[in-house]
């Protein structure tokens, strides 16, 4: 994927790819597999059943073993591999902390998500914190030694953050008391660093009641002082954690800030950029759940399948000495297993070629080559957490539909992949949200500047493929899904503007539409690419082959999904919006 697929030996210019060798690569991702595989893994099933703990003086525990498996995530600098050198990051490539995140989200996804959120508000801090805030903070929150989180949602207040009540008085001495509640925090409170570093919006006196008047500060758990020391306790404390449907691993913190002090991070009532910088890294990350979770489901049903022997062959019996036929003789379970793997791969591609245009966007030296990968990743970012996470949530429970009433059952373990993905749906922004950011802000930004050059790239992309027997099939039902998307585009363009409705009714198809062509684009790119190495005689030809049967796959059983989109995008707002709000009643 990496060398064939995204190409990265082609970029080896750019800042932090030079040393970024396969062999290097090779070697990273090997030992993170059995990083992940002998650490990690061992504590999912019992750190679910066990889940979090708060004690009486608000603190919390996390599951047994989970804090010796975070010493060793730290020691072994796992969460440093893509973080800039200045803050002691070992600057490589982002692509290869994006794939290395799979491999800790299919092994653990709660355990995943400490360090997950940290990101986020080191991200923050990179882009938004002032030098003293980033040198005072950013080392230790890169090696792992203190954690991060992201203090968005109160009680009142989700997905509409005007409404945040959390107040912000400046101080004499620069800084602010911080007063509010904020609820549903991920890692909020835990034990696995001495420090957490909140990033908190809250509203400064006299700043409009609406999302224009937040602003972003940084409010440590325990002060730091000017030497690095840490002092005396913050006044913010977890009143309590909540009980969920899955992710128990995971502390989900209500938290308390009762006059802490905290600090302006960037400008004031410029709190909403600064967000922005978190919930890009957040989101696409919270893809990356989709595809790790439903990765993992995957390969149990796939072993499963192997193992589980019911009925006989529609064709008669594969194994006539046996008593039955293994569960893989069934079309119908194929269709699961197929669908999973078709979308599994295509989107593992879509999300390590997202995680190289962040780098194209921060590194390339080329300002043209910036701007561009910041419209295609600022486009699709949307589309990676949405998509993905519906994929990641139907690929676990078409896992646990393989092993019929045992994947019901919590000791096979294939529920807890059911209720640990179904959160990446909600949080993060819930999909239907991504969905209206894709058409109400993405699609019209710089006049259509990012989906024109999307359009672009699928359509040159597919014009290329046509001269090669192998992927020309491929590629002229990809283009045909193109023009679905374009006409379902241009239909928006037309009917958005006078009624605003049309375009929330068709949002989500649309975002979905976006996807399926997104993906196909990245299994264009695999079909050529396990062409390419077939006529060259490179590589394992069962594998290679595989490639292409899943390419066509993917063109016949889930693109043709986009021409249904459009039409229901076409469809309009009417019937939606049609009916009274007492005519909801009863269905
Ligand atoms: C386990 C867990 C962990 C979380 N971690 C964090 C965290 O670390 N930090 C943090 O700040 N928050 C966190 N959250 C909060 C999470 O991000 C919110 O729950 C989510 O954004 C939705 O907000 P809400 O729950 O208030 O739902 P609401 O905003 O009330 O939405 C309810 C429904 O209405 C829809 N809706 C609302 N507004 C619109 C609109 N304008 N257009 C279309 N549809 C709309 C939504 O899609 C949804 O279906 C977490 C939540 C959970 C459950």
Not at 66 to 90: C, D, H, I, M, N
Not at 172 to 188: H, L, N, Q, V
Not at 304 to 318: I, N, S, V
Request: with cysteine.
């Amino acid at each position: 994927m990496l060398d064939q697929v995204i190409g990265l030996d082609g970029y080896t210019c750019l800042p932090g790819f030079e040393g970024a060798t396969p062999d290097v690569i090779d070697a990273v991702l090997e030992e993170g597999g059995r990083f992940v595989a002998e650490v990690l893994f061992p504590i999912n099933l019992s750190g679910d059943k066990q889940g979090c703990t708060r004690h009486e003086d608000g603190s919390v525990t996390t599951p047994d073993g989970f804090k010796a498996a975070y010493r060793q995530f730290v020691e072994g600098g796992w969460g440093t591999l893509s973080a800039p050198a200045e803050y002691g990051g070992q600057a490589m490539p982002h692509v290869v902390s994006t794939a290395f995140q799979e491999y800790m989200i299919s092994a653990n996804m709660a355990f995943a998500m400490y360090p997950g959120l940290a990101h986020g508000a080191i991200a923050a801090l990179i882009a938004k914190g002032s030098p003293e805030q980033q040198a005072k903070y950013l080392p230790k929150m890169v090696s792992g030694e203190w954690g991060g989180t992201m203090n968005l949602t109160e009680p009142q207040c989700g997905t509409d953050l005007g409404l945040i009540r959390t107040r912000a008085e400046p101080q004499a001495d620069g800084s602010y008391r911080i007063t509010g509640t904020k609820i549903f925090i991920s890692a909020g409170e835990h034990d696995l660093t001495d420090n957490i570093i909140h990033l908190v919006l809250a509203k400064t006196p006299g700043a409009p009641d609406s999302s224009k008047g937040i602003s972003l500060f940084v409010v440590p758990k325990v002060m730091v002082g000017d030497d690095g020391a840490l002092g005396a306790r913050n006044a913010v404390t977890c009143g309590s954690i909540e009980h969920k449907m899955g992710i128990h691993g995971n502390a989900t913190c209500v938290l308390n800030y009762d006059g802490a002090t905290g600090w302006l991070v960037g400008e004031e009532m410029k709190g909403l950029a600064a967000m922005f910088v978190m919930m890009n890294a957040a989101r696409l990350g919270v893809g990356l759940q989709g595809l790790g979770v439903g990765e993992v489901a995957y390969q149990n049903a796939v072993q499963y399948a192997k193992d589980r022997r019911q009925g006989r062959a529609l064709t008669g019996p594969a194994e006539p000495g046996e008593k039955a036929d293994t569960l893989f003789v069934h079309p119908d379970v194929r269709r699961m297993l197929m669908e999973a793997k078709a979308q599994l791969e295509g989107l593992r591609a879509l999300c390590l070629w997202g995680g190289l245009q962040v780098d194209l966007e921060h590194r390339a030296a080329d300002e043209v080559d910036r701007q561009s990968a910041a419209d295609l990743i600022g486009l699709l970012t949307p589309v990676i957490k949405g998509l993905g996470t519906d994929w990641g949530y139907s690929i676990a429970t078409n896992a646990q539909q393989v092993y019929g009433g045992h994947g019901y059952i919590a000791e096979w373990g294939m529920e807890q992949y059911v209720r640990d993905a179904r959160i990446a749906q909600i949080y993060e922004g819930t999909n239907g949200v991504q969905a209206m950011d894709l058409v109400g802000r993405k699609l019209a930004q710089n006049g259509g500047r990012a989906v024109q050059s999307f359009f672009k790239l699928v359509a040159s992309e597919c014009a290329a493929a046509k001269g090669d027997d192998r992927t020309a099939e491929f590629a002229s039902r990809l283009e045909k899904a193109l023009g679905e998307m374009q006409a379902a585009t241009m239909w928006f363009m037309s009917n958005g503007m006078q009624n605003p409705n049309a375009l929330g009714a068709g949002a989500y198809s649309y975002m979905t539409l976006t996807g399926l062509v997104a993906v196909g684009l990245m299994w264009l790119r695999m079909a050529k690419a396990a062409s390419r190495m077939l006529a060259a005689g490179e590589g394992e030809v069962p594998f290679l082959e595989a490639k292409l049967v899943t390419a066509r796959f993917y063109a016949e059983r889930i693109l043709p999904d986009v021409g249904a989109l459009r039409r229901k995008i076409e469809g309009g707002a009417d019937a939606v919006m049609g009916l009274d709000e007492s005519m909801f009643a009863a269905a």
